[in-house]
Every structure is written in C-alpha cells, then in structure tokens.
C-alpha cells in the first residue's frame, strides 16, 4: 500500500471532525433569546439596586486605611464604578421597558394580525383608520425594529459591566505604580493630579489619533498593522483580558454596524450624567469627603457642633471609627475615656519601630513574644508624643497609653484616661493635637465638645 492510500483515511475523517457543523437551532435560540434577556434584565437590576450601597460598605474601611495618595486612587476608582453600575442600570432598565412593550405588541398581533382596520366606524371613522394605517403599516417589522434594539442595549449594558470594572482595576494598577514611583522619586506625591490628568489626556489623544490615522490612510499596510495592534491592546486592557473576545464582538459589531448619526453622543451623554450621580453619591459618604487630603486636617475640629462620630452613645452599632470618641456628650465619671484609632495616614508620620528595622532576616525566625513586646511598648511612646491631649486649653503630657481592640475599628488603637477633676461643670472642650502637619502647614487637631456634671 503507498503511503498516499495509507493516509487518506485520516485525512477524510479529520475532514468530518472539522466540518462545519449545523448551527440551525444556534440561530433559533438567538432568536428565543428575548427569554433570557427578561429574566436577566430583572435580576440585574434588582441587584444592582443594591450594589451600591454594598460597594461602599466594601471599599469605606480600605478609605480609611489608606495613605494621602492611595485615597485619591481609591475614591477616583469607585466614582467610576459607581457611574458603571447606574449606566447599567439605567440601560437594563430601559432594556426592560422595551422588551415588555415588544411582549406586549406581539401578543396583540396575535390577536389582531391584520393590525388596524381601515373599515373600522369606531372612533373618527374609515378615513381616519386608513391614515393611521399608513402611519403604522407593519406592526411585526415595527416589533423587529425594536428586537434588534433590545438586543443591542443588552450587549452595550454587558460590555459596559466588563469594561468599567477592567478600568477600575486599571486605576488600582496605576496607583501601585505611581506609589512605587513615589518611594523612588518623592517629588512625585507633590504632582499626583497633573500626572494623572496628562496620563488622561495622552490617552484620548493616542485614541483619537488611531482613529484618524485608520481612516486617513486605509490602504497603509504598516499604519493598519498599528491601529490593528493598538485595538487589540485596548480590548485586552479593558476587557480584563478573559473577556477579550466576547467585548471585541460587542465593539465591533456594534461600531461599524452603527448607523445613527447620535447614538454614541446619546451613550456618551448617558454617562457623563451617570458620572455626575456617582460623583454626587460619593460626596455624600462622610469617609469620602473627610479623608480627601486637606480636608483630613479640618473635618473633626469643630467645637461648636456634636458629631455622632465623637461620641459612641451616639454611633451606630456598625459605624466605622477613623476619629477619636469618648463614651457620650455628656461625661459624669472621675476618668475621662478616650479611644484614638491609628489611621494608616498618621502613621506614615510617626516614629514606629518595627521588628524588621530591627532585627535582621534570620533573626525574625527566632524573636521571643518578650521582644516583640518590647517592640511595642516603645512605640507607646512614640504615639504618646504624636497625640498630645489637651483638656479646656491645659495639656496633660503624663498620661498612661494603652492599647485597645475596639470590636468596631480596623486596626487596634490606644486607650487614655484623663481625670476629670479639673473639668468645669458644663461644657468643655478635649483637644487632640497630633504632630501631623499637611503641606499648607496646617496641623491636625480634633476638638470634641463634652458636657460634665457630677454624680450625685
């Protein structure tokens, strides 16, 4: 037998294995997908109701325990989110909409699918029906119409899901960048907003210049191979790369597809006001607002007015600490108790030993708990001279730090007790001044007004 007769065998059978095969019922199941659509749209929507507020929950004590820079990212990051899941949202609900209005329409025709009746006398008569008619001639191509647009709505909203979290993580990957860029070359932390808004803008720039260049010179090999590469590198940064295919279908079938003339700017719009609400709902998180760099040092020196955050009377059971707080407002014991959590922030500016400035690699492995406690008792005293606690204007430099886990906080934090015989009945004033200073040279303070009277 001749070696061409003894692989033709193999070669007919792996023709059948590659052999395109029937993707009728494919078709038939896109065209059912309506089902699948509702109950998703539904479901989303219903989820994403509540997303946000869980969302916040999640990222609020990674707010509070982060640096002067980490926070910037952080909060850019979820304004960007948050503008994703209400652009979703209000596409799966115009989705919605939709879909139950096509379900509508065909259930009509299937009652009526000769659609109007121009011999009709009920209301103004035949000859109004018969301009009607002409108005709305087709109601299964007007259903169609609106099919095609469900459909399309579906994927922009799915697309937008993929994209708008890989741009988040993005964000989070430039931000470890830009930090490490900061323990190398300092004078970076002093321009962290123009180089992000220059990252911005040479974005848009090169995006726009592909695209310029894509249609100005069509038929050039070397230009279509970069814009090619520069799509593809696109899809892949923001689409978390798994989902690279599915969001380059999307892209662009939907792009080259497009013929509205207003239907980008109508998306582009959508977003922008989408932004604005997620703007808006950030900025109505206190631990937002209170940790944005030069507010940190203000938010909590306000004397004249009782913020629930100061008092643990007066938070909640699941409220987060970032601030010191006494017991309540109004104060009747010998001893004053006050918790001051450490924040991350603060501690960026506090002469903390650590083991590892210690001791040396193979030493780690054999430390005792003895000098780990030693470790520790020495940063007392570090935190000691980072707060100084100030009673009615009179500082008390000898009081005694402890350490203390408070159920609510995210980090362990110190516990002072400052006697109460010098208070005077009435309202008064503890002042926290901490050796924390921001660049305009303005010093962080926290002043909790507190009523005390005696027992009796």
Same mark, same amino acid.
């Given at each position: 037998m001749s070696e061409n007769n003894f692989n033709t065998p193999n070669q007919e059978e792996n023709a059948e294995i590659t052999k395109p095969q029937n993707t009728s019922w494919l078709l038939e199941l896109g065209v059912q997908s309506w089902q699948a659509e509702l109950v998703?749209?539904?479901?989303?929507?219903?989820?994403?109701?509540?997303?946000?507020?869980?969302?916040?929950?999640w990222v609020e004590p990674s707010i509070i325990q982060s640096g002067e820079i980490e926070a910037t990212f952080l909060k850019f990051a979820s304004m960007l989110f948050l503008m994703g899941i209400y652009s979703v949202v209000i596409l799966f609900g115009i989705h919605l909409l939709l879909r139950g209005i096509w379900i509508a329409l065909l259930g009509l025709h299937s009652v009526y699918p000769q659609g109007i009746d121009v011999t009709s006398k009920n209301g103004m008569g035949p000859k109004y029906w018969e301009k009607s008619k002409e108005e709305y001639p087709n109601l299964m191509q007007y259903n169609a119409e609106l099919d095609a647009n469900c459909s399309t709505i579906f994927s922009l909203a799915t697309m937008i899901i993929i994209m708008v979290s890989s741009l988040s993580i993005c964000i989070l990957v430039f931000y470890q960048c830009i930090r490490y860029l900061v323990s190398v070359f300092p004078v970076i932390a002093d321009n962290i907003i123009p180089i992000g808004i220059g990252v911005y803008l040479?974005?848009?720039?090169?995006?726009?210049?592909m695209q310029y260049l894509g249609k100005k010179y069509p038929d050039n090999p070397k230009i279509a191979k970069m814009v090619m590469q520069y799509g593809i590198a696109m899809s892949a940064l923001f689409s978390l790369y798994v989902f690279r295919k599915p969001i380059g279908y999307i892209t662009a079938i939907s792009m080259s597809n497009n013929k509205s003339k207003y239907g980008w700017i109508i998306y582009g719009i959508v977003c922008v006001v989408m932004g604005f609400f997620g703007g808006k709902q950030i900025g109505k998180i206190d631990t937002f &607002?209170?940790? /944005?760099?030069? %507010?940190?040092?203000?938010?909590?020196?306000?004397?004249?007015? !009782?913020?629930?955050?100061?008092?643990?009377?007066l938070m909640g059971k699941e409220?987060?600490?970032?601030?010191?707080?006494?017991?309540?407002?109004?104060?009747?014991?010998?001893?004053?108790?006050?918790?001051?959590?450490t924040i991350a922030r603060e501690k960026e500016h506090i002469?903390?030993?650590?083991?590892?400035?210690?001791?040396?690699?193979s030493e780690l492995f054999k430390l005792k708990n003895a000098q780990l406690e030693a470790i520790e008792i020495d940063n007392?005293?570090?935190?000691?001279q980072f707060n100084r606690i100030f009673l009615n204007g009179v500082e008390y430099p000898n009081l005694d730090f402890q350490y203390h886990w408070h159920p609510q906080a995210d980090d362990k934090g110190l516990l002072v007790y400052i006697?109460?015989?010098?208070?005077?009945?009435?309202? &008064?004033?503890? /002042?926290?001044? %901490?050796?924390?200073?921001?660049?305009?040279?303005?010093?962080? !303070?926290?002043?909790?007004?507190?009523?005390?009277?005696?027992?009796?």
């Open positions: 998703l749209s539904g479901l989303v929507i219903t989820i994403l109701f509540q997303l946000p507020d869980m969302f916040i929950h040479l974005f848009m720039i090169l995006a726009t210049l &607002n209170y940790f /944005e760099t030069e %507010k940190y040092f203000t938010f909590n020196n306000r004397p004249h007015q !009782i913020l629930d955050l100061n008092y643990e009377n409220a987060l600490i970032y601030t010191p707080f006494i017991p309540s407002d109004v104060v009747t014991d010998e001893f004053l108790k006050v918790f001051i959590p002469n903390l030993k650590s083991k590892r400035d210690i001791y040396s690699i007392l005293q570090a935190y000691k006697p109460t015989d010098s208070c005077k009945i009435g309202k &008064n004033i503890l /002042e926290i001044r %901490k050796n924390y200073f921001s660049k305009d040279s303005v010093q962080k !303070i926290v002043k909790i007004p507190f009523f005390f009277e005696k027992e009796k």
